[in-house]
């Protein structure tokens, strides 16, 4: 079963940023979509950011013009790019297919706090 990894979590302070990583080692990477979804206790995983293997992108309203996905087909991974972090963006990350076809990684946690 493929093993999602993702990385790059940390604390960041209100305005700050931080910069995630997920590898996906599988060989159909450079074929489907991939996304960030992020999660917080009590919640649903939710969706914030997909990138299509054509480079189109799509973001979740709270996040647009903050966030920003990108993909490095060679590598297998997808990057997420955060600026101008807000409190509620704390939340455990995950990377996946939109439809969740890969066994779920364990998550880089994001806590933005003065």
């Known amino acids: 079963q493929v093993q999602l990894v993702e990385s790059g979590g940390g604390s960041a302070q209100p305005g700050g940023s931080l910069r995630l990583s997920c590898h996906a080692p599988?060989?159909?990477?450079?074929?489907?979509?991939m996304a960030w979804f992020r999660q917080t206790p009590g919640k649903q995983r939710e969706l914030v950011a997909k990138?299509?293997?054509?480079?189109?992108?799509d973001y979740e309203d709270s996040v647009k013009g903050r966030f920003t996905i990108s993909r490095d087909n060679s590598a297998r991974t997808i990057h997420l790019q955060m600026d101008n972090l807000k409190p509620e963006d704390t939340a455990i990350y995950y990377c996946?297919?939109?439809?969740?076809?890969?066994?779920w990684g364990q998550g880089t946690q994001v806590t933005v706090s003065s």
């Open positions: 996946n297919t939109p439809g969740q076809l890969f066994n």
């Open positions: 990138i299509e293997t054509s480079g189109n992108t």
């Open positions: 599988v060989s159909t990477f450079i074929f489907v979509t």
